[in-house]
């Protein structure tokens, strides 16, 4: 009888044995985390079988501790040792065959794979806690406004929305998973990434889409972490998401556990066909401080720039937030902010920003002078050029085969007095000068003659193509 029941529990004590041995080889965190919750099931013909709670556990042990347990089981039952996984059935759960990796010694059989966390369909037992998250419904973090129909295309941006677009069709059904987006900061980077998780939300409702950024995904790791065995919660969590998107995996940078976690969660995703859609300031070829393995996973599906837009685009882009906002800005306003802020969309929209606050509190009109007095303010990298006002008035008078003395002259032609009002608007608009350097430069005149001229140009580019057209060419000169 006794006899008996040290063969039946006999798998508990080889457990157990092999339980003192990992404990002295790894830290307590990862102890108490991979291995206390392990529960023996059979010891048969040398087969130990371990109980683990998730697919992604088991896949966690083989990756880090594959060689341990091999150690330390080979110890206990000899050469002839296997291992094998169950993994803890939820009840009610749609039991899908987990693919065995098949990459040691050890056996590992096809492993159900649990919906994990999904008890009915729909019912989600033990949701990570983020704030904002419901139980039934996981809030997938989206900001409503970043959405396509707000997102301008441009040459710079074709591939990558075109792609998103396909991916928002068929999402984790395409070649481009995982979708890497990567590109300078304010290139609507975080701005694309969300469309797609909004487009997808509306085509596809009942896939759980979850945005997060790398920096909040890190501190809810963390968190987890230190709690006792929430990480098993968060893994559960984000092994429910369909779509993850991913924003900034740059920041990740030299967070070995965070890189670690996340490849484990991206692995699981991505064999359960689930998206994923990454943001990164570098190409994968270029993060400093990224695992290998990571970098690896990340040229699997596409990977593709956002590049600076063009004037065309920028202009769109303004022309879309102003409709937004429904306000009214002169389109000379609109083309210089354009012309002068090329490398950042998010600053060109808060140059805008800037100016609609300016005008309204001060209760001045929305002008060129004064975009370009915000852009003095604004642009640290200010992208005038650093012409003079005499080489302004070389290239306007040879443009019009006018001599420069005359410009100097007291005379009132009025073809004269035009050119001069040229060379004081493109003064104004090209150079750092005052009105007053400017009009004393310029045929000795003072401020208001100036102000007086910069408004009669501007007025004539807005009223007359065919001046604009000339306005436009010697602009060239300058840009
Ligand atoms: P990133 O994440 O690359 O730093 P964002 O997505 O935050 O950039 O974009 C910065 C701002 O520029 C956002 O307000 C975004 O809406 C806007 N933006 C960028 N590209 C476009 C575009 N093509 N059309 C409309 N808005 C854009
Ligand atoms: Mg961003």
Request: hydrophobic share 40%.
């Amino acid at each position: 009888m006794e006899q008996h029941k040290n063969e039946f529990e006999r798998h508990k004590q080889v457990w157990a044995n092999c339980l003192q041995i990992i404990k002295d080889n790894i830290s307590p965190d990862n102890y108490r985390t991979w291995f206390a919750p392990i529960v023996p099931v059979r010891l048969h013909d040398n087969v130990l079988t371990i109980e683990v709670p998730t697919a992604f556990f088991y896949e966690y042990l083989e990756e880090n501790f594959i060689d341990l347990l091999r150690v330390t089981l080979r110890r206990e039952l000899g050469i002839a040792a296997k291992l094998e996984y169950s993994v803890r059935v939820v009840t009610g759960a749609p039991s899908l065959k987990y693919p065995a990796q098949n990459k040691t010694e050890l056996r590992n059989r096809n492993i159900p794979y649990p919906n994990p966390g999904m008890r009915n369909a729909g019912e989600i037992i033990n949701p990570f806690a983020i704030p904002g998250l419901k139980k039934l419904e996981i809030d997938p973090q989206l900001n409503p406004n970043y959405n396509f129909g707000n997102f301008i295309e441009g040459e710079c941006n074709r591939l990558v929305r075109s792609a998103g677009l396909t991916i928002a069709q068929d999402p984790g059904g395409t070649a481009f998973n995982p979708f890497f987006i990567h590109g300078n900061s304010g290139l609507g980077k975080t701005h694309l990434a969300q469309a797609i998780g909004i487009d997808i939300k509306e085509k596809h409702p009942e896939k759980i889409v979850l945005y997060v950024d790398a920096n909040r995904f890190q501190t809810q790791y963390i968190d987890a972490a230190i709690k006792k065995n929430n990480v098993q919660d968060f893994l559960y969590f984000y092994q429910m998401i369909d779509v993850l998107i991913l924003d900034d995996i740059h920041e990740f940078a030299s967070q070995t556990k965070t890189q670690a976690t996340f490849f484990h969660i991206f692995n699981c995703l991505h064999q359960s066909g689930k998206q994923l859609i990454l943001t990164s300031d570098k190409a994968p070829a270029e993060l400093q401080g990224m695992e290998e393995r990571l970098l690896s996973r990340f040229k699997w599906g596409l990977s593709a720039e956002l590049k600076a837009p063009d004037l065309n685009t920028r202009i769109a882009i303004l022309k879309n937030k102003i409709y937004n906002d429904g306000i009214v800005i002169n389109e000379r306003v609109i083309e210089y902010l354009a012309s002068n802020i090329k490398n950042n969309v998010r600053e060109l929209e808060g140059t805008l920003v800037s100016l609609l606050a300016q005008s309204t509190l001060n209760k001045k009109e929305i002008t060129i002078e004064l975009a370009s007095e915000m852009l003095g303010k604004l642009v640290v990298d200010s992208p005038k050029r650093k012409v003079t006002i005499q080489e302004i008035q070389k290239v306007v008078c040879g443009y019009f085969s006018i001599s420069p003395d005359l410009i100097a002259s007291k005379t009132r032609k009025r073809e004269i007095v035009q050119t001069r009002q040229i060379i004081m608007y493109l003064s104004k608009l090209y150079t750092e000068y005052s009105l007053s350097t400017i009009g004393a430069q310029v045929g000795g005149k003072d401020h208001t003659t100036v102000l007086h001229a910069c408004k009669t140009i501007r007025d004539l580019i807005d009223t007359n193509k065919a001046f604009k057209a000339h306005i436009k060419e010697l602009e060239k000169q300058f840009n």
